[in-house]
């Protein structure tokens, strides 16, 4: 088993950027592909970005493209995800993820152990 703890939400203005931090515990870190999933209010829990055991693949939802950046640090056991040119709609509360499978997925159920997360609030 592997615990999971985020890092680094805030309060940003639109435009802004933040860096959010995952540092894994337990089992060996490199043996997990790691993800972020965000939860707004009212909605379901979404893919925003995944990232391989040795950091040679990474998946990025469609909305943020272009101005996330997911890496990871297997020596220190984090991954991090990089948030630039912030905008309100991507207010939420921001989760880590882990799972031992064979490829980098994008959907909650493909991830087995689960953070308890860091609220990310965008200001207009």
């Known amino acids: 088993q592997v615990q999971l703890v985020e890092s680094g939400g805030g309060l940003v203005q639109a435009g802004g950027s933040l860096r959010l931090t995952c540092a894994a515990s337990?089992?060996?870190?490199?043996?997990?592909?790691m993800g972020w999933f965000r939860q707004a209010p009212g909605k379901e829990r979404e893919f925003v970005a995944a990232?391989?055991?040795?950091?040679?693949?990474?998946r990025y939802a469609d909305s943020v493209k272009g101005r996330f950046t997911i890496s990871r640090d297997n020596a220190k056991n984090t991954v991090a995800l990089q948030m630039n040119s912030l905008k309100p709609e991507d207010t939420a509360v921001y989760y880590c993820?882990?799972?031992?499978?064979?490829?980098?997925?994008?959907?909650?159920?493909?991830?087995?152990?689960w953070g308890q997360g860091t609220q990310v609030t965008v200001s207009s």
């Open positions: 993820a882990a799972h031992a499978g064979l490829y980098v997925g994008i959907e909650t159920y493909d991830y087995d152990y």
């Open positions: 990232i391989s055991r040795n950091g040679g693949n990474t």
């Open positions: 337990g089992r060996t870190f490199s043996n997990y592909i």
